[in-house]
């Protein structure tokens, strides 16, 4: 098992991170190449060695694999919990295995991430989403996975949607009216904060009571876009909602739960010490140094132990703002998404985790 320092989740300098983290990869490329033979059918195939002298040479695969193939490097009768991206009826969905040890250390790690920004104190917590959604457990959606795991941050949870997505009065005017004026946390999927809650709290023409509300909202850009909502739009609709909002968008994908990029006081998304990015040129998949310049984005993470999850190039488009050099303090790469590279399927309803992270 790779051990992973949680304490000071945004300490570590370009050079110590680098270190850190290559010993880990390698580690973990090491172990799936045993483990999955799948994976490493695919390595063999592709001619890599299984292990590399840096980060940029730890072989990735494309999130598109997890939907063909049942990529799993534990023996089945270890797996705890199947998480799935639910697309589309038409569209294949990921599935992502996982062992105790790694459904552990996503939990973890989600945690200590999130507490940079909420603070460490358990803090009352309104979620964007019916209340069944938990409760379902036909398939256990990465939708369901992210509020299972975000509720580990806060406490007295309250639930703002029907099951039919429409507000449900009764339980949000409770939690406005209990919170006045206090310190809440709000999570839910951007595009349904707007659609579902921002949208028809305004259309009612009732007003709420004022909070003081850190708002963590992840993915959904891309249908934003459609409607012309941008992010400075979406963050004044936060602070006239609640009263009092600080706003932090996230991206992350199901592949690599846990180990999610944070966007911080000055709107960058930040990687962890447990994950980092790299950039790849659209044209020819080769490494984009300079920081500012457009690429396909390469997400590693160390969490990833019952499936070979470490390394994924995802379909999204982002560029590299900075390294260890944001004014917020935080070290690491920080970046910013622009969107889906242009011949990546539609998947359809912001219904999962990796979507909704990504668009
Ligand atoms: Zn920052």
């Not at 996230?250 to 930040?270: D, K």
Request: with cysteine; glycine share 8%.
């Amino acid at each position: 098992m790779i051990e992973i320092d949680f304490d000071a989740i945004y300490s570590q300098s370009k050079e110590q991170k680098n270190a850190t983290l290559l010993a880990q990869f390698n580690q973990l490329t090491e172990f799936h190449y045993q483990h999955c033979q799948l994976y490493k059918n695919i390595i063999d195939t592709l001619g890599l060695a299984p292990t590399n002298g840096c980060l940029e040479l730890v072989p990735f695969l494309s999130t598109q694999l997890f939907k063909e193939l049942e990529l799993v490097s534990v023996p089945k009768s270890q797996i705890i919990k199947t998480l799935t991206s639910s697309g589309t009826t038409s569209a294949k969905v990921a599935k992502i295995y996982l062992d105790a040890d790694t459904a552990k250390l996503q939990a973890k790690s989600l945690v200590k991430i999130m507490q940079c920004f909420s603070g460490k104190q358990r803090l009352p917590m309104l979620f964007m989403e019916p209340s069944n959604l938990i409760a379902d457990r036909r398939g256990f959606s990465a939708r369901g996975a992210g509020v299972q795991g975000f509720a580990l941050l806060g406490r007295d949870h309250h639930y703002a949607l029907n099951p039919d997505m429409s507000i449900n009065w009764q339980q949000l005017e409770q939690f406005f009216t209990k919170y006045q004026g206090q310190k809440v946390l709000i999570f839910g999927f951007t595009f349904m904060i707007w659609q579902y809650f921002y949208q028809a709290v305004s259309a009612s023409g009732k007003t709420l009571p004022p909070l003081d509300a850190i708002v963590f909202h992840g993915g959904g850009w891309k249908k934003l876009a459609h409607l012309a909502v941008g992010k400075t739009q979406f963050n004044q609709a936060m602070q006239q909602l609640f009263g009092k909002a600080k706003v932090h968008n996230f991206y992350g994908m199901v592949e690599q739960t846990g180990s999610i990029f944070v966007e911080c006081e000055h709107g960058h998304l930040h990687a962890p010490n447990c994950a980092d990015i790299i950039l790849r040129s659209e044209q020819d998949l080769s490494v984009i140094n300079d920081f500012g310049q457009q690429g396909i984005i390469q997400v590693l993470s160390a969490l990833p132990h019952s499936y070979p999850g470490h390394s994924i190039l995802t379909e999204d488009l982002g560029r590299i703002l900075g390294e260890d050099t944001c004014s917020c303090g935080r070290k690491g790469r920080y970046f910013e998404v622009l969107g889906r590279i242009k011949k990546s399927e539609n998947r359809g309803c912001s219904d999962t985790y990796q979507e909704v992270s990504h668009d």
